[in-house]
C-alpha cells in the first residue's frame, strides 16, 4: 500500500509539472504572438508619422510661398498707391519724360547705325550688313570676312573692318556689346573644337580679344556669347543658306539704366 501511494505521488509529480509545461509554452506563444502585434502597431505608427511629417512639411512650405505671395501683392499695391497718388499734372510729365527718353535712344541708334554703314561702307554687300533690329543695331560680318573654315583666327581683311568699327564704338557712349557667334548645320569635330557651339563661341571670344586688347574697347561694356547653329537666318539646305548662317553678330545695345530709373521714382 505504502509502494502504491509513492508511485501515485511521482505520477503526480510528473503529470504536474507536464501541465505546468504546457501553460508556459502557450503563454510563451501568446507573448510572442502580442510582440508582434504591438511590433506591427508600431511600424504603423512610424510609417503615419512620416506621412504627417510630409505633409506638415508641404503645409510650411505652401504658407511660405503664400506669405511671399503676399508681400509681392503689397509691394504692387503700394506701386499701384504711389503712382495713383501722383497729380495728372505729375503723370503728364513722368509720359513726357518716358516718350523723350525713348525718342532720344531711336535717334542715338539711328545716328550709330549709320556712321557704321558709312565707315564700313567699302565692304560688300556679301561680305557685311548694318540694320536696326529691335532697337538695336546689328552688324552681321559674314566668315568669308572674318575666318577660314572650322578656324578662329580673324583674318588680316577681319581685323581691319573691326579695327574700323572699334573707332565708331570707342566715340559712341551709353552702349552695351554682345558679341554673337553662328554657323551652319553642317557637324564639326577636331582636336581643337568639339562642335559647331563650340567654335561659334571661340569665334566670338575671337572678336572680343581683338576690340578689346587690340583696339582698346572697353572690357566692361562688351559680352561674347556663341549659338552654334541654332539660330540660322536661311535654310541649311542650300550652300549659300549655309554660307547665309555662317556670321558673326555685333550687337549694339543703348544703355537703358535712365529708362528703367524713371519706374524706380
Known amino acids: 500500500m505504502k509502494k502504491?501511494?509513492?508511485?501515485f505521488i511521482i505520477l503526480s509529480f510528473f503529470v504536474g509539472m507536464a501541465l505546468t509545461s504546457c501553460v508556459s509554452t502557450e503563454k510563451f506563444v501568446?507573448?510572442?504572438?502580442?510582440?508582434?502585434?504591438?511590433?506591427?502597431?508600431?511600424?504603423?505608427?512610424?510609417?503615419?508619422?512620416?506621412?504627417?511629417?510630409a505633409e506638415l512639411k508641404k503645409l510650411t512650405d505652401e504658407n511660405s510661398a503664400l506669405l511671399g505671395e503676399n508681400s509681392s501683392t503689397k509691394n504692387s499695391l503700394k506701386n499701384l498707391s504711389?503712382?495713383?497718388s501722383l497729380t495728372i499734372a505729375e503723370q503728364a510729365r513722368l509720359l513726357n519724360d518716358l516718350q523723350n527718353?525713348?525718342?532720344?535712344?531711336?535717334?542715338?541708334?539711328?545716328?550709330l547705325k549709320n556712321s557704321i554703314s558709312d565707315a564700313l561702307m567699302n565692304y560688300k554687300d556679301d561680305e557685311l550688313s548694318v540694320y536696326i533690329k529691335n532697337g538695336n543695331v546689328y552688324i552681321s560680318l559674314e566668315e568669308k570676312l572674318l575666318f577660314k573654315s572650322g578656324s578662329d583666327v580673324?583674318?588680316?581683311?577681319g581685323?581691319?573692318?573691326?579695327?574700323?568699327?572699334?573707332?565708331?564704338?570707342?566715340?559712341?557712349?551709353?552702349?552695351?556689346v554682345l558679341v554673337e557667334g553662328h554657323t551652319d548645320n553642317v557637324p564639326i569635330t577636331t582636336k581643337i573644337f568639339k562642335d559647331n557651339w563650340d567654335l561659334s563661341t571661340a569665334r566670338a571670344t575671337s572678336i572680343v580679344r581683338i576690340l578689346t586688347?587690340?583696339?582698346?574697347?572697353?572690357?566692361?561694356?562688351?559680352?561674347?556669347?556663341?549659338?552654334?547653329?541654332?539660330?540660322?537666318?536661311?535654310?541649311?539646305?542650300?550652300?549659300?543658306?549655309?554660307?547665309?548662317n555662317r556670321?558673326?553678330?555685333?550687337?549694339?545695345?543703348?544703355?537703358?539704366?535712365?529708362?528703367?530709373?524713371?519706374?524706380d521714382m
Open 4 to 7: 502504491v501511494t509513492q508511485t
Open 30 to 53: 501568446a507573448s510572442e504572438a502580442q510582440v508582434d502585434k504591438l511590433q506591427n502597431e508600431n511600424a504603423n505608427v512610424i510609417d503615419q508619422l512620416k506621412i504627417c511629417n
Open 82 to 84: 504711389d503712382a495713383s
Open 101 to 111: 527718353m525713348i525718342q532720344t535712344q531711336k535717334d542715338l541708334m539711328a545716328k
Open 154 to 157: 580673324v583674318d588680316p581683311k
Open 159 to 176: 581685323k581691319e573692318a573691326l579695327k574700323t568699327l572699334s573707332k565708331v564704338l570707342k566715340d559712341t557712349k551709353k552702349i552695351t
Open 213 to 244: 586688347t587690340d583696339y582698346g574697347y572697353s572690357s566692361s561694356l562688351i559680352t561674347a556669347s556663341g549659338r552654334g547653329q541654332y539660330h540660322p537666318v536661311s535654310s541649311n539646305e542650300s550652300a549659300s543658306g549655309r554660307a547665309a
Open 247 to 263: 556670321r558673326t553678330e555685333i550687337i549694339l545695345s543703348p544703355d537703358l539704366k535712365e529708362l528703367y530709373a524713371l519706374f
